[in-house]
């Protein structure tokens, strides 16, 4: 993913530039806000919104640096059911991560066949709380992403 100015804070995008006639031209600008210090100093309050998403950000961050299988060049997409959850798969030779987004302001389910079909017999850990989840259905919040790691057992293992 791509992180411009002000994302880890929950930024938006910045139309300002639209009415200054050496920008106007060029939409980069959008990403390129002048940036509120109060606001910014807001990150390290994690009871502000802009902590909770600087720390979501930190721990998205923390996921893909410590899990392989993001690294890899398999990616599959994976058909939830639903046209509100976008589902996909990375892996490599060590270990497959399933990942789950819902983009809809409504609670969504994944059935518990998707789970089962593409987990293929191992533990799914949910890698930013570190617990196991049921092969069962599975509701996903509002905008919830779900980051799930599957060990290869050692016989699929390269």
Known sequence: PLI???????????????????????????HRPTIDWRQMDRRFDINSVEGRINQELKLLIAIRKDNSAFAGMDLEVIGTGSEHILGYSRSNDDQRV???????????MIPGDVLRIHSSGSEMIDLSKGHSIPKDDYRLKPYELLCLSLELPDSLQQ
Do not use: T
């Open 98 to 108: 399933l990942i789950f987004a819902n983009f809809s302001e409504q609670e969504q």
């Open 4 to 30: 411009y100015l002000g994302d880890e804070i929950g930024y938006l995008n910045d139309y300002s530039y639209l009415s200054d006639p050496m920008k106007a031209d060029d939409s980069r600008w959008v």
